[in-house]
């Protein structure tokens, strides 16, 4: 099959500062290619400097945007997909909801390919969004259900959603990860003054929605040498960030690291005693499922769709209840034991349920029942 993903800024993700998106098309679309499927994925231009074409067996295709926080996504989509028309894909595949508001274009324009959107969270509630882009992202998840041949939900939380609202059940495929193997040095954290096991991590975008905040107030109040490593960047939300990093000058424990990946961030997942993952909102955590591929407990906020995640290997607080994570995170620094039998439990559960080569056969699966005309879940 000739395939097109749209949606995401690029791959690799670390090319794009990228976030879940990113990461599930640079481990889902090299699959797909390697099983003998032709494979293209739209990026952004400042996500491909080097004008790569290709990238681990998948064509790479540049196309243009406007820089701006409303407007970039939707226009890369647009032209996107307009070039996408003339290439004769079988399969266009939109990743997010705010992307598959323009999946009616393919339907209408290019009626022998096939739409599949990827329903990977409810981005209306992501904090950032000002009142009008949050009624365009409501609007996306009603085209993600409306406008493709065939929806993926990434997790139960979102199937559920889905058919709750909108009385259609989409494919359950969810996000997926590696176990790393071998064993992994300590050098790129010792450059950010950073020690084995002596340093609890948060990862992801540094955006409202995560709720860093409340990790940075919680962690203050511990009387702990330990240390808090914060990784990620604040794409085009520089207040929050600010307001981090004015939380972190506070106590000489917080550190900001900004943006890591490659080796530094294999060294901060496999070095960290723990992770804290306080989101309010999400989809299916890639930050929380490397965490655990890694062997690590993770310290959540109780949304359903962290909870999905964890089954019995990590340990849950009230969202956005600063002393009830107090509270965990004591219980964590009191019983290193629990926190190791609990992370090598989340490793297995982790190699159990989310294997990539599975996933890519999964999405093989609904294309095919596509191409054979036998849609449903």
Request: neutral net charge.
């Amino acid at each position: 099959m000739r395939i097109a993903m749209i949606g995401c800024k690029g791959i690799p993700a670390t090319m794009a500062h990228g976030g879940g998106v990113e990461r599930h098309v640079e481990d889902l679309a090299p699959r797909l290619a390697a099983l003998g499927h032709d494979v293209s994925v739209y990026v952004r231009p400042y996500t491909n400097p080097r004008k790569q074409k290709t990238w681990k067996g998948v064509r790479i295709i540049t196309t243009t945007t406007l820089r701006t926080k409303h407007l970039e996504a939707v226009v890369h989509t647009f032209i996107s997909t307009i070039h996408a028309l003339f290439r004769g894909y079988d399969i266009i595949h939109y990743h997010g909801v705010g992307p598959s508001t323009l999946a009616w274009i393919p339907r209408v324009f290019a009626p022998k390919t096939k739409v599949v959107v990827t329903f990977h969270s409810r981005d209306q509630f992501h904090e950032k969004w000002n009142l009008f882009a949050r009624w365009y992202l409501a609007l996306g998840e009603w085209t993600a259900i409306r406008f493709p041949h065939a929806t993926i939900a990434v997790s139960h939380i979102i199937q559920h959603f889905c058919w709750e609202m909108f009385h259609v059940k989409p494919y359950l495929i969810p996000n997926g990860v590696e176990i790393p193997k071998g064993s992994i040095g300590t050098d790129e954290i010792e450059k950010l003054g950073l020690q084995d096991g002596r340093y609890f991590l948060t990862l992801g975008r540094l955006v409202p929605h995560k709720a860093f905040d409340v990790a940075i107030e919680s962690f203050t109040t511990l009387p702990t040498a330990m240390g808090l490593a914060i990784v990620g960047d604040a794409g085009y939300d520089t207040d929050y960030a600010e307001r981090l990093l004015a939380m972190s000058e506070r106590d000489s424990r917080v550190r900001l690291l900004g943006f890591q990946s490659g080796e530094a961030l294999k060294q901060l997942l496999a070095h960290c005693y723990a992770m804290i993952h306080p989101s309010r909102s999400e989809g299916l955590s890639m930050a929380v499922l490397e965490a655990m591929a890694y062997g690590k407990l993770v310290v959540m906020s109780d949304i359903p769709e962290n909870l999905e995640l964890i089954d019995h290997s990590g340990i849950r607080f009230k969202t956005d209840d600063v002393d009830d994570l107090h509270r965990v995170l004591t219980r964590t620094l009191d019983e290193p034991e629990m926190v190791k039998e609990r992370g090598d439990r989340a490793r297995e559960h982790v190699r159990d349920h989310y294997d990539w080569s599975a996933i890519a056969e999964k999405t093989l699966l609904v294309y095919r029942a596509l191409m054979n005309r036998s849609v449903g879940p």
